[in-house]
């Protein structure tokens, strides 16, 4: 049975203030925690198990132990310290099938998880790779020669290459791997990338998928803002559908979900289950969370409300309204 870990221990740093009240895999995304998507893209590609690891908030993930989107998830909890992206693999290597996918829970995208683990060579790995001559010098260029064999790994890691080789890609973090590959790994903290994959990608022993699909990293503010408007947009389509879990929606082709919606409508809007709208609201390119207090007359321009927040009276442009307060970004 094909398995899955996911990351979801990490400090979220980058997405403050945000991370101060959900870890960053459980931010809502369309009023759906991020999670979710990872998981139901999971279910598609027919794997019925994950491990998710949990450390900063580790009480909301830990929530999380059941079934989810159709997948039975159990969590490792990293305390006291985290132990990173090989660490957190090595400590449950026993309960990992002998080839599994391991997915960012903070990155949606639409990776083909079934071709990803048949490209995993005995005792190896497998790294789904983005083309973009932009952005792979900023991420790191991870270049595959002819034989889809990685022979480049950033500046850590070289093969000889047969054939003609392409550098215009970056590694996704999303990868699949022999289980014997946790072998390479110490115990304790440790970076799957410069511990197993520095040691395989000489050995010729790492594929690279190309992956030219959605992906959408909400790491910082002003990209996870982006992640939910270009979901609003119609822009990205993933394995979960978020307009059907609106109590009220209209998508980006005009089409009405679930309930009236109650208020004046611009583009798109995503409405939770129980929110209060107040008369003469406009939504415009927007999402409102469950329980949500929208009060007379706001008017909503590309903003994102979490779940039981109330958002201030007036006009609001780009921000994000979270239980910390109002995020302009």
Sequence with gaps: MNQAFVLAAGLGTRLRPLTEFRPKPLVPICGVPLMSYTLALCARHGIERAVVNAHWLADQVEAWEGVREGVRVSISTERPEILGTGGGLKRVADQLAQRFVVLNGDILHDVDLTLLLEAVPDGGGAMALRPSEREAPRYGVVAADDTDTIVALTSLARATPEGPVRSDT????IHALDRAVLERVPDGFACIVRTAYTELVPLRRVRGLRYGGPWLDAGDPAAYLEANLSILRGEVQLALDPWARAAAARGPDGRLHGATLGASVQGSAWVGHGVALGSQVTL????????????????LTRCVVWDGCEVPSGQHTDVIVHPGGVLQI
């Design 284 to 299: 415009h390119d927007s999402v409102v969370g469950e329980r949500a207090v929208v009060p007379d007359g706001v008017h």
């Design 170 to 173: 970056h590694f996704t973090g």
